[in-house]
C-alpha cells in the first residue's frame, strides 16, 4: 500500500462506524416501534432529531437505485459467463460499450429489480433466507478465491 496501510485503516474505520450507526438505528426502531422520522422524533423535537429521521429515511432511496444499477452490470456479466462469452467480456472496451448503451443498462437494471422484487415477495425465510444460505457460501468462496489470485 502505497499510503502506508491508511486506506485500511479507513475503510475499516468507517464500517465499524457503519456497523453501529446501523444497528443504533436497528434498535431505535425496534424500541420504538415507529419509522425512523417518528423514531428520532420520540428522542427529541428538535430540528436536528427530525433531520436525522429524515436522513435515515431518504439516504437508502437514493442509494437503492445506484446498486441495482451495478446489480444489473452484475448479472449482465454473469449471463455473459454462463453463455460461454469469457473471451468477449474480457476484451478492452466491453464495459464502457455496455455502458453507453442505455437501453442495455436499463434492461437489465430491470431483470435486477424483478429477481429482488421476487426473493422479497417470497418473504423472510423462503426468500431472503433461502437466498442468503445460497449466496453467501458461493461470496466466501470468491473472496478466498480473489484472495488467494491477488
Do not use: H
Not at 19 to 38: D, F, H, N, Q
Not at 44 to 73: H, Q, R
Not at 115 to 126: M, S, T, W, Y
Amino acid at each position: 500500500m502505497s499510503n502506508n496501510g491508511q486506506s485500511a485503516k479507513r475503510a475499516s474505520f468507517s464500517g465499524k462506524i457503519g456497523y453501529v450507526l446501523i444497528m443504533s438505528e436497528t434498535a431505535l426502531g425496534r424500541m420504538t416501534r415507529k419509522s425512523p422520522v417518528g423514531a428520532f422524533q420520540t428522542f427529541g423535537k428538535t430540528k436536528s432529531f427530525k433531520i436525522g429521521g429524515w436522513l435515515n429515511a431518504i439516504i437508502p432511496m437514493l442509494i437503492v437505485p445506484y446498486y441495482s444499477s451495478i446489480g444489473g452490470w452484475v448479472i449482465k456479466y454473469l449471463a455473459e459467463y454462463l453463455k460461454g462469452n469469457v473471451q468477449t467480456v474480457a476484451q478492452d472496451g466491453y464495459f464502457t460499450e455496455f455502458i453507453s448503451d442505455s437501453f442495455q443498462v436499463e434492461a437489465w437494471f430491470i431483470v435486477f429489480s424483478i429477481l429482488v422484487f421476487c426473493v422479497i415477495l417470497a418473504g423472510v425465510e423462503n426468500g431472503i433466507e433461502r437466498v442468503s444460505k445460497i449466496m453467501m457460501p458461493i461470496l466466501v468462496i470468491l473472496a478466498v478465491i480473489v484472495a488467494i489470485y491477488s
